[in-house]
Every structure is written in structure tokens, then in C-alpha cells.
């Protein structure tokens, strides 16, 4: 099978060779796998056999996809959010909206100038597509956006104080990735349309339910129709304990909910598939905070058999996935481990190194 033909099998609950991959690496994990498979650190995912292929068009670009090598070193992106790396991701060093009043907060101009660049990210996915499954990736796509601008704390007071302005920018913020999102469907030949938006945390929802059904859904809705209306696949990512919305997300018309973070309270992989596994496919659960990077490469390979048999009881509907990223203190044999177990070999890996490295020669 080719990979787009696997991933569209997988979420069709259809028979498949082996299960599809799309795991995500740490840039730290990414440049030493490149130095030992010795290939350029851009086609790695080539190298072990990832069936996906997909890069951010909205604000993740500047969180993820801007990579720092030195601690300290820092951007100011395209929405004027301060990005400094701290240990081993950006963080946010400066919210542009932070100590803004209710008039500068209204008058904050997206970065409506920059469509045709942002949109542009995709175009390296597309010329290498070959036979992938292909996505865009709109996220952060409403609260997340906002409080990126505003900071949590203000995001979430400007919910309880001044509704209205919380949802005039919400408002703003799904624009802003419909705008994105549609130009992205117009251009280009996808698979799935990739949208996002963190409201969790490690124990529990950022907000009540009830707030989040009230202020942010509505939004969230808009965005998915975007990926709707193209008869694409939708998926969604909220790190965290998003257990009290899933039923929501089914509603809403989610296809695929990502990244199912196994070490979160009501998020542990098979009971969700359990429930909601008749309605909605699944990407991720391989715990990346602790069995990947401090268990045995044993340890790895049996959660991992457990995990794969666990998600595709009912035929399929899962593709392999880590919780996050894949860290940088991962040991190597622990990553191979997890690729083995769903059926690509340390041996295979290396073995299309080999032909990259033949084909660059050339």
C-alpha cells in the first residue's frame, strides 16, 4: 500500500498492511537521528517510514517551526509575539496585547499582509508528496490564538469581565484561520485539514466546559467547516485532559482527535476508544513522558503492542502517534523499538537511509 492509500484504509476502518505512523520529533531528536542515519535532518521522516506529511501555516510555524539552536536566542513573529528558547522549545517571552486596553485590543491588526507567505509553507510538502497523505495545519485556531496575544491569565479574565470583547477577538482569531484555511484548500491537493487549539492542561480543562461550549465552540465550529465543506478529513489537537469535550468534537464533526495524552486524567487511550471509537479515529497515545524516553526498549515494545491492538479493535481508525513530541532524551533503540513493533524495521530504516544518501549522490 502506498502511504495515502494506508492512512485513508486506517481511518476508513479497513484492512491495512501495517499501521500508519506520523510521529513527531523534538528538532533536538530529529538532528541526532539525521547524524546517525547520516542524511539531511529534512527527511528523516522519509528515512523511517512516517506516512504523513503536513507543516503549520498559522502561528505554530513561529512557535515550532522557527528552531533556535542556541538557549536565549529569540524572534519577534509576524502577530508580534516574542518567541525565546527556553531549554528545549520557544517559549513566549513578550504577549503584545498583554497591558493593551479595551481600544488597543480591538484595534490589533491580524497579520493579513502575510497570507500569501504563510500559505506559501505549505508549498515543500506539496512538491515532495510523491504517494503521502498530505495536511494543512491552521492551529491555534480561537483561545489559544488569543491568549498567545493576551496571556492566559488575561484571555481568561476578558471571558469573565468583558464577554463581549473575548468574543469579538475568538471571533477574529477563526477568521484568521478560515482565511488561511481556505486559501490552503484553494491551492492545494490535501488530505486532511489540521486545526488546533490547547484548552487543557495536565489535569484538567483551562476552563469549565460550559465556558468553553459557550465562547469558544461556536468558533471552533466555523473552522472545522472549512475542512468540511472541502470533503476532507478534520482533524483537532488540545494537548492535555479534553476528556469533558470529546462528545462535543463528535458533534461538531471531528474525524480525528490528536494527540490523546495518555498521562491525563479520562484521557487514557482505550477507554476513549472504548467510547467514542464508532465516531471518531485517533492519532497519538504513545506516552512520551514516561515509558518512551525511560523504559526499555522491551518496555517500549510491549506498551506499544498493547497500544496498536487496543486502538484498532474495532478494524482500525488509529494511526500511530506520539503523545508529543518525541523528546530529546529518547534513547535511539526505544524510538526504533516503537517503529518495529508497528512493522518497519530498524533494518528497513536504515536501508532507506542508504538510498537517500545514494540519491543525493547522484
Known sequence: MTSRDRVYAALRREPVDRIPIFMWFHPETARRLAALLEIPVGRVAEAMGDDIRQTWVNNNYAMEGIVHDREGESHVDFWGIKWVKYGAFNQIAEYPLLHADRREVLDYPFPETHLDELVGLMAPVIRDRRDLFIGCDVSPCVFEMYWRLRGVEMANLDILADPNLAQEMFRR?????????????????LDWFWTGDDVAGQQSMIMNPAVWREQIKPHLRRVFDVGKRRGLWVAYHSCGAVRDIIGDLVEMGLDVLNPVQ????????????????????????????????????????????HLIEGMTADGGGYILAASHTVPPETPDDNIFATYAEAGISKEEIFDRASAIRASAAE
Not at 176 to 185: N, P
Not at 262 to 274: S, V
Not at 277 to 297: E, H, N, S, W
Open 173 to 189: 482569531c477563526a477568521e484568521f484561520s478560515i482565511r488561511l484555511g481556505e486559501l490552503a484548500c484553494d491551492r492545494f491537493p
Open 262 to 305: 495518555c498521562n491525563c486524567p479520562g484521557m487514557d487511550p482505550l477507554e476513549i476508544k472504548r467510547e467514542f471509537g464508532k465516531d471518531l479515529a485517533f492519532m497519538g497515545g504513545v506516552d512520551t513522558q514516561g515509558v518512551l524516553p525511560m523504559g526499555t526498549a522491551g518496555d517500549v515494545r510491549r506498551a506499544t503492542a
